[in-house]
C-alpha cells in the first residue's frame, strides 16, 4: 500500500513530502525547494487528501514596521533625536531649531521623556540625572523598533519589556501595524513519516505521448500511478444564480407551450398600470402605502383609448356595465409608478392586438415593486410570472387545463383551482398546489378571465381573454426547501455554490 501511494504521488508532492523531513514552515519549504507558495499549498493540500500530512490552519497577529515605524528604525525616535539635543539646557524653540523636529514630534517627545522623568521643564529644558542616563543606553521602545526592522513578530514571541513598547507606541500614529495572517502548522502523519523515509527520487513518467508509442521507449518506463478512487477537494463551477436558472425554465416551459414573450419597461404610467384594467381612481390599491410613485407624468397619446377607457369607468360605455360612477381624471392617469403588476404589460398587448391577429398567447416573466413590509414571505420587489389568451373559444375550462399543464410542469404533481375574486376577471380563481412535506395547499396565484370593461376597452372589440399573475418566488420556494423568501436574495456564498440546479 505504501509502495502504491509513493507512485501516485506528483513530482510536486514528492519534492514536498521531501522537505518536510527538515521543514515544517512554509517559508522555510520555498527557500529549500524553490518551488512558488501557490505550489507548496497545492501539494500540501493533495497530500492531506491522501492522509500523508496533517495541516493546522490557523490566523495569528503578526506585529510590523508602518510608515513612520520605518523611518525612525532606520534613523531616530523624535524623542532620542530631543534627549541628545540637551545636553545643555535649551529653550524649546532652540530645541526645534537644532532638530528640525516638527510641532507634533516636539509635543510627542516631550510627552515621553517627561513620562520617563529624562526631563525638567521651567523656562529651559534640561536633563534629569534619569535623563542623563538614558542618553547612555536605547529605550524599550528603540530595542522593540530595531528587532521589527529584522522582521515581524507575534505577540506571543515579546518579552515583558517588548510588550510594554508595544502599548506605548501602539498610542502614536504609523509608528507600528498589526496585520491578522493565515499560518498552517504541518504535521507528518504516520504514513507520511514512513513516506518520507523512502527514495523520493524516483522518475516517474507522467503522460504517454506518441513518440513513446512508436519507439516502444514505454516499455521500459516506470509510469504514475493514478488513484481513481482518491478524494479531491470539490471544485465549484461558475453558474447562473438558481432563481436566474428558474426563470429561463420557466421562460421555456411557455415557450414550448406556443407562447410569445412580452416585455416593457419597469416604470409605467398609473392609465396602464391601473386605468386599462378597470381600477377605480379611488382604489386603495393606487394609494401612496401599497404603490411606488416616480417624479414625473406621462405624456399619453392613445386618444381613441383613453376615451374608451374614460367612459368604461364613468358609466360603463358599450360593455353593459355600470362603471364606477364617476369622473375620470386623465391628470390622475398620468401619474407613473414602478409597475406593481406584469398585467400592464397583458394590457399593452391586448390595446395593440387587431382581430386579425387572434388567436394568440402571450407571457411574461418579469419584476414587479409592491410597497410591502419584508417578512419571511413578503418582498417589496418580487417576480411575477403573466399569461394571458386570446381566443374567441376560450373558457374557463382552457384555462384550468394550462395552469395544471404549466405547474405539472414546474413538478407539482397535485394542483387545484378554488374560486376567488380579482378586480378585473370574472370569474377569478386561486391557483393552489399541495405540499406534501407541510401536507398542506400552498397558493401559488390569481387566475379568471378578464372582465369585458377589460377586454372591450383595449382590443375595441368583445373576445374572452384567459389571464393569470403567478408569484415565482413562491412558486420555486418548495423546490429549493427555502422557508423564508429572502432566503432567495440572501448573499450566501454557501448556498450559491452548493444549491441544485433548477431542472425537473
Not at 512554509?26 to 493533495?46: D, G, M, N, W
Not at 386579425?356 to 419584508?374: H, W, Y
Not at 411575477?384 to 389568451?389: R, T
Not at 413562491?474 to 423546490?479: G, L, S, V
Request: with cysteine.
Amino acid at each position: 500500500m505504501v509502495m502504491n501511494l509513493l507512485e501516485s504521488l506528483s513530482p510536486l508532492e514528492r519534492k514536498v513530502l521531501k522537505a518536510l523531513k527538515d521543514h515544517k514552515k512554509i517559508r522555510e519549504i520555498e527557500a529549500s525547494t524553490k518551488l512558488s507558495e501557490t505550489e507548496i499549498l497545492r501539494s500540501l493540500q493533495f497530500l492531506e487528501n491522501k492522509n500523508i500530512v496533517k495541516l493546522n490552519k490557523k490566523e495569528k497577529e503578526i506585529i510590523l514596521l508602518d510608515e513612520n515605524g520605518l523611518k525612525y528604525a532606520k534613523n531616530k525616535l523624535p524623542e532620542r533625536i530631543f534627549l541628545e539635543s540637551i545636553k545643555t539646557p535649551l529653550t524649546l524653540d532652540e530645541i526645534k531649531k537644532k532638530t528640525n523636529l516638527d510641532d507634533n514630534e516636539l509635543r510627542i517627545s516631550l510627552g515621553v521623556l517627561k513620562g520617563k522623568m529624562a526631563i525638567n521643564v521651567s523656562d529651559k529644558i534640561s536633563l534629569t540625572d534619569q535623563g542623563k542616563k538614558l542618553i547612555e543606553k536605547e529605550m524599550y521602545e528603540e530595542l522593540f523598533l530595531h528587532k521589527l526592522s529584522q522582521g515581524g513578530l507575534t505577540i506571543q514571541e515579546l518579552g515583558d519589556h517588548e510588550k510594554y513598547a508595544l502599548q506605548e507606541l501602539k498610542k502614536r500614529r504609523n509608528i507600528i501595524k498589526i496585520e491578522k495572517i493565515k499560518d498552517i502548522d504541518i504535521e507528518l502523519t504516520i504514513i507520511g513519516r514512513e513516506l518520507a523515509d523512502k527514495n523520493l527520487d524516483t522518475n516517474l513518467i507522467e503522460v504517454l505521448n506518441p513518440e513513446m508509442l512508436r519507439s516502444g521507449s514505454w516499455k521500459n518506463k516506470k509510469f504514475r500511478r493514478y488513484d481513481i478512487n482518491s478524494s479531491l477537494p470539490k471544485i465549484y463551477g461558475g453558474k447562473r444564480h438558481f432563481v436566474n436558472e428558474s426563470k429561463n425554465y420557466i421562460k421555456k416551459i411557455w415557450l414550448d407551450m406556443g407562447f410569445k414573450e412580452m416585455q416593457g419597461p419597469l416604470v409605467q404610467p398609473c392609465f396602464w398600470n391601473f386605468d386599462a384594467l378597470f381600477v377605480p381612481q379611488d382604489h386603495p390599491a393606487r394609494e401612496m402605502q401599497d404603490t411606488f410613485f416616480v417624479e414625473g407624468k406621462a405624456d399619453l397619446k392613445e386618444k381613441e383609448l383613453i376615451s374608451r377607457v374614460k367612459a368604461t369607468h364613468e358609466n360603463g360605455w358599450t360593455t353593459k356595465s355600470k362603471g364606477w360612477g364617476y369622473r375620470w381624471n386623465l391628470s390622475e392617469a398620468q401619474k407613473l409608478v414602478l409597475r406593481t403588476h406584469t398585467t400592464v404589460l397583458s394590457a399593452r398587448t391586448l390595446a395593440n392586438l387587431k382581430e386579425s391577429d387572434l388567436p394568440a398567447k402571450f407571457f411574461a416573466v418579469g419584476k414587479v415593486f409592491r410597497n410591502e413590509t419584508i417578512d419571511w414571505k413578503h418582498l417589496f420587489e418580487l417576480t411575477q410570472v403573466e399569461g394571458i389568451v386570446i381566443d374567441k373559444e376560450a373558457n374557463l375550462r382552457n384555462l384550468v387545463g394550462y395552469l395544471k399543464e404549466f405547474f405539472g410542469k414546474m413538478g407539482f404533481d397535485k394542483i387545484r383551482v378554488r374560486p376567488s375574486f380579482y378586480p378585473y376577471t370574472e370569474p377569478s380563481a386561486d391557483v393552489e398546489a399541495y405540499n406534501p412535506v407541510k401536507k398542506e395547499w400552498i397558493e401559488l396565484g390569481g387566475s379568471g378571465i378578464f372582465r369585458p370593461e377589460v377586454t372591450k376597452a383595449l382590443l375595441g372589440f368583445e373576445c374572452p381573454v384567459l389571464a393569470w399573475g403567478l408569484g415565482l418566488e413562491r412558486t420555486i420556494m418548495n423546490y429549493y426547501q427555502l422557508k423564508d423568501i429572502r432566503d432567495l436574495y440572501k448573499n450566501d456564498l454557501k448556498q450559491l455554490k452548493e444549491i441544485k440546479s433548477f431542472i425537473k
